[in-house]
């Protein structure tokens, strides 16, 4: 059984910095993302990883997307925060290896339980 779990998420200021950090356990997911869904929005697509980093562009330059070498931890390094970016954040992993990486929630067949960050003015 695949468990995904976030944690990392907090209340800061806009400017500040926070990481996130997501836990797999039980199958190697080579491709992993982070997703965020903001209150009364559709959960959207912010980064991906695979052999390559995708990201939305309302995060590109600002959000670092990586993971250990045995794909395990995946981390969402978040800089330069906006109020915008506030949101409940959720890991996500992709069950089949494929070139092709997803940006929507259907590319996804697991899902963590969310972590909140909120960006504060």
């Known amino acids: 059984q695949v468990q995904l779990v976030e944690s990392g998420g907090g209340l800061v200021q806009a400017g500040d910095s926070l990481r996130l950090s997501c836990a797999a356990s039980g199958r190697r997911l080579y491709t992993m993302g982070w997703f965020r869904q903001a209150p009364g929005k559709e959960r959207e697509f912010v980064a991906a990883?695979?052999?390559?980093?995708h990201y939305a562009d309302s995060v590109r330059g600002r959000f670092i997307i990586s993971r250990d070498e045995t794909l395990t931890t995946m981390w969402l390094q978040m800089n330069n925060l906006k109020v915008e970016d506030t949101a409940v954040y959720y890991c996500?992993?992709?069950?089949?290896?494929?070139?092709?990486?997803?940006?929507?929630?259907?590319?996804?067949?697991?899902w963590g339980q969310g972590t909140q960050v909120t960006v504060s003015s």
């Open positions: 990883i695979r052999q390559s980093t």
């Open positions: 996500a992993g992709r069950k089949w290896d494929a070139v092709e990486i997803p940006r929507t929630t259907g590319g996804y067949d697991y």
